[in-house]
C-alpha cells in the first residue's frame, strides 16, 4: 500500500489567518518589547497593552513581564487570576483563565495544534478552558481542548492532555488523579 500523496506546498500557502489577524500579529511582535521589557510592578501596564490588543482583562490580573502571549486578542484572564515568569501562553485557539486562577513559571498552555488524522495536517486551534481557583503549578503543559475544573491543582511538570474534574489533584506524564481538594 503506498502512503497518499500529500501537497505540502499547498498546506504551507494555505491562509491559516485572516488579513487582519496577520496584521494583528505583525503589531504586537513589534510591540512586545514593551511589555517584555516593562519593570516588574507594572501589573497595570502589561493588563492595559493586553486590552488594547483585544484580550479581555479583569481587575487586579497580574502577568508578569517574561510571560509569552502569541495572540493577546484569543485571551480572557479573570479577575485576580496570575500568569508567571516564562508562561507561554500559546494561545492560537481561545484560551480563558478564571478568576483568581494561577498559572505558574514555566508553564505551557497550548491552544494550538494540527489534526494527524487528516494527512495534510492542517491547523487546528481547540480553546482551553481554566476554570475559577485553580493552581496549575511550574512547567505544567496543558494541552489543546482541555478543560479544568474550578478549585483543581494541576501537579508540578505534569501533562494534562485530558479534562481535569473540579477539586481534583493531578500530576505526572500523562497527568493522573492524586487526590481531591478540601472544601
Not at 6 to 27: F, H, M, P, Y
Not at 95 to 102: E, F, H, N, V, Y
Request: glycine share 10%; charged share 20%.
Amino acid at each position: 500500500m503506498t502512503a497518499p500523496r500529500i501537497d505540502i506546498a499547498a498546506n504551507r500557502a494555505a491562509r491559516k489567518w485572516t488579513r487582519r489577524e496577520q496584521a494583528g500579529r505583525v503589531l504586537w511582535a513589534l510591540v512586545v518589547i514593551f511589555f517584555r521589557f516593562s519593570p516588574r510592578p507594572l501589573w497595570g501596564w502589561r493588563r492595559a497593552m493586553l486590552r488594547a490588543f483585544g484580550a479581555r482583562v479583569g481587575t487586579d490580573v497580574h502577568v508578569y513581564p517574561s510571560a509569552r502571549i502569541t495572540i493577546p486578542w484569543n485571551l480572557t484572564l479573570g479577575a485576580g487570576c496570575s500568569v508567571g515568569d516564562h508562561a507561554i501562553l500559546y494561545a492560537l485557539g481561545p484560551i480563558t483563565l478564571g478568576p483568581r486562577a494561577t498559572v505558574s513559571q514555566y508553564a505551557h498552555l497550548c491552544a494550538g495544534s494540527h489534526d494527524w488524522r487528516d494527512p495534510a495536517m492542517p491547523l487546528t486551534k481547540p480553546p482551553i478552558t481554566i476554570g475559577a481557583d485553580v493552581w496549575i503549578c511550574a512547567d505544567v503543559f496543558v494541552g489543546p481542548g482541555v478543560k479544568v475544573g474550578d478549585c483543581a491543582i494541576l501537579g508540578a511538570r505534569a501533562v494534562v492532555v485530558r479534562d481535569v474534574a473540579p477539586r481534583s489533584i493531578v500530576a505526572g506524564n500523562p497527568a493522573r488523579p492524586m487526590g481531591t481538594r478540601d472544601q
